[in-house]
């Protein structure tokens, strides 16, 4: 029944991202193509700017740490990367779920990667023939193998119930006891391949404060959340390579 209710609801969600598109295509016609020319000018520089020094930062960082090989080689080398739009998000899901476009031809697969910048978005749930259910980072039943930056060693990040439209958390545990976090300085919680369609090091949050378990084996906290996913509008959908929804393959 919610199969059916997703088909019967879908024609007016794309109805609406239609009048959407063509609302901000006339906005870009009613300006000067040297207004438009500048500001594309703007935006390759900022774009090309934001690369360069993300590259310079983890590659410095490496070095200082004396490995080389860490230094960022391209990290999404391995998938495919589609893009998609937010076609409707339900206030009573706020946190849990978003309904995505999808392109005519695209396979796309359950429980792949969705991202947005350097940040972790969720995770395809149900894939239909004009749009895709995603499950958020902040939903409970969302769970993936991840690790520390710089820590190799896996830990588990899970989402949680959220308070209101604040800022997004969600938990880590199977943190190992040598691990500190403080306010002054957080661990980064990343992405790890181990979970099998994630890349590594997707950030997922960053933790600043770690307690005892309660087994007293390994540690666990709360991950603060990047605050974009509570509006988010665009994604990047990442779909593996040599993969059943590979293009591809034949």
């Known amino acids: 029944m919610q199969s059916v209710l997703q088909k019967l609801q879908a024609p007016i969600w794309y ?3 239609g009048l959407y598109r063509a609302a901000a295509y006339w906005t870009f016609r009613s300006q000067s193509k040297d207004e438009l020319a500048r500001r594309l000018v ?8 934001g690369k ?6 983890k590659g410095t960082r490496a070095l200082e740490e004396g490995n080389p090989a860490a230094a960022p080689s391209g990290e999404l080398e391995n998938f495919h990367i589609r893009h998609a739009r937010v076609l409707r998000r339900d206030l009573k899901a706020w946190w849990q779920e978003l309904v995505l476009s999808r392109r005519a031809g695209e396979r796309w697969e359950e429980n792949m990667a969705i991202v947005c910048g350097d940040n972790l978005v969720g995770r395809t749930l149900a894939i ?8 958020l980072a902040t939903d409970s ?6 690790h520390a930056d710089h820590d190799l060693r896996p830990i588990v990040y899970e989402g949680t119930a959220q308070n209101g439209f604040g800022h997004p958390v969600g938990r880590v545990n199977h943190v190992p006891l040598d691990l500190r976090a403080t306010e002054d300085h957080p661990i980064t919680v990343i992405t790890s391949s181990l979970s099998g369609t994630y890349p590594d090091g997707v950030i997922i949050g960053t933790v600043e404060a770690l307690v005892p378990s309660a087994d007293g084996v390994f540690q666990e906290g709360t991950v603060r959340l990047s ?10 959908v990442l779909v593996p390579k040599n993969s059943e929804a590979d293009p591809d393959v034949r």
């Open 42 to 49: 703007e935006l390759s520089r900022e774009i090309a700017c």
């Open 227 to 236: 605050p974009f996913l509570a509006g988010i509008r665009e994604v990047a």
């Open 128 to 135: 239909f023939p004009g749009h895709c259910v995603a499950l």
């Open 15 to 17: 109805g609406a991202d």
């Open 141 to 146: 039943r969302f769970r993936i193998v991840a």
């Open 52 to 57: 360069f020094l993300g590259q310079v930062e």
